[in-house]
T-cell receptor, first 109, second 112 residues
Framework: KNEVEQSPQNLTAQEGEFITINCSYS?????LHWLQQHPGGGIVSLFM???GKKKHGRLIATINIQEKHSSLHITASHPRDSAVYIC???????????FGTGTRLQVTL | NAGVMQNPRHLVRRRGQEARLRCSPM?????VYWYRQLPEEGLKFMVY????????ESGMPKERFSAEFPKEGPSILRIQQVVRGDSAAYFC??????????FGQGTRLTVV
């Protein structure tokens, strides 16, 4: 079993919809990261969080340490949000990441 | 302040050749991480280096792969005698001590 699990694997939404991507982990962590990867593109860090909630534009990330669960929300989704969203965790003091398998999001007009 | 720079962006090698992938970390970052993304698979950790030291190489294949991060110059991931199964995207990330890591654009290696 992977240490980091994401759901769903694939997600299709219409423009304007509210989107939620979930991440569960089974190990003790120092931080949880949400990353974005466009097809053929690089990896962009969206959030790093160890507690509570963070918001950046239309993106919101939450984490529940007791339940070992995090969610990434996208409000008013847009086709340019189409990408793979990856949950990853760091353990201990190093910044080495352990990744989930990613959620492929397609937002259509 | 330039981001993490990887080069080349795309690299084609014939089976049996050597591949050298370079990563220049962000200014002030002394920690470098290499990750591999095989086609249709998730990202996997390969190696973690600090200047002149390999800290964690638990994700490196036992043979043909090596990494260095010299005192001067970029970090290098070296793959000797490449095989088709080495075709992947290789990402580098850098960080300061105990801080968020930033990724480069990746090097896409194709072995023909």
């Amino acid at each position: 079993k992977n240490e980091v699990e994401q759901s769903p694997q694939n997600l299709t939404a219409q423009e304007g919809e509210f989107i939620t991507i979930n991440c569960s982990y089974s190990v003790g962590i120092s931080a949880l990261h949400w990353l974005q990867q466009h097809p053929g593109g690089g990896i962009v860090s969206l959030f790093m969080l160890s507690s509570g909630k963070k918001k950046h534009g239309r993106l919101i990330a939450t984490i529940n340490i007791q339940e070992k669960h995090s969610s990434l929300h996208i409000t008013a989704s847009h086709p340019r949000d189409s990408a793979v969203y990856i949950c990853a965790v760091t353990k201990g003091t190093a910044s080495k990441l352990t990744f989930g398998t990613g959620t492929r999001l397609q937002v259509t007009l | 302040n330039a981001g993490v720079m990887q080069n080349p962006r795309h690299l084609v090698r014939r089976r049996g050749q050597e591949a050298r992938l370079r990563c220049s970390p962000m200014k002030g970052h002394s920690h470098v991480y290499w990750y591999r993304q095989l086609p249709e698979e998730g990202l996997k950790f390969m190696v973690y280096l600090q200047k002149e030291n390999i800290i964690d190489e638990s994700g490196m294949p036992k043979e043909r792969f090596s990494a260095e991060f010299p005192k001067e110059g970029p970090s290098i991931l070296r793959i000797q005698q490449v095989v088709r199964g080495d075709s992947a995207a290789y990402f580098c990330a850098s960080s300061r001590e105990n801080t968020e890591a930033f990724f480069g654009q990746g090097t896409r290696l194709t072995v023909v």
